[in-house]
């Protein structure tokens, strides 16, 4: 499977990015699918997903307020509106998706597939 994002960028702090990711290959609107990152020295962490197919999302607590993550089943396409950018969210940021489950507490635990990340760089 794989997994197209886009929409990555250099903004100064305050500004906005939507970050999207499609494929071709599967029907995302199936599938648990969300946004992690990875800053240079850290390790990768989840940002923001769809744990289920029609539930809450989950939202790390350092972009809440901030992110917001959305489908659009009919362009098989999922978003990642960021907003309030500030410099500790510059980060190559992946997409993801993994099977939904039926019920569960948002998370972005269970992710399988990958994109090969966009970077998104925030200046001062």
């Known amino acids: 499977v794989q997994l197209q994002a886009s929409g990555g960028g250099s903004v100064q702090a305050g500004g906005s990015l939507r970050l999207s990711c499609a494929t071709s290959d599967i029907t995302l609107s199936y599938y648990a699918v969300g946004w992690f990152r990875q800053a240079p020295g850290k390790k990768r962490e989840g940002v923001s997903c769809?744990?289920?197919?029609?539930?809450?999302?989950y939202y790390d607590d350092s972009v809440k307020g901030r992110f917001a993550i959305s489908r659009d089943n009919a362009k098989n396409t999922f978003y990642l509106q960021m907003a309030d950018l500030r410099p500790e969210d510059t980060a190559v940021y992946y997409c993801t998706a993994g099977l939904a489950r039926l019920e569960a507490p948002p998370s972005c635990d269970g992710m399988n597939y990958w994109g090969k990340g966009t970077q998104v760089t925030v200046s001062s």
């Open positions: 769809f744990s289920t197919r029609s539930g809450d999302p």
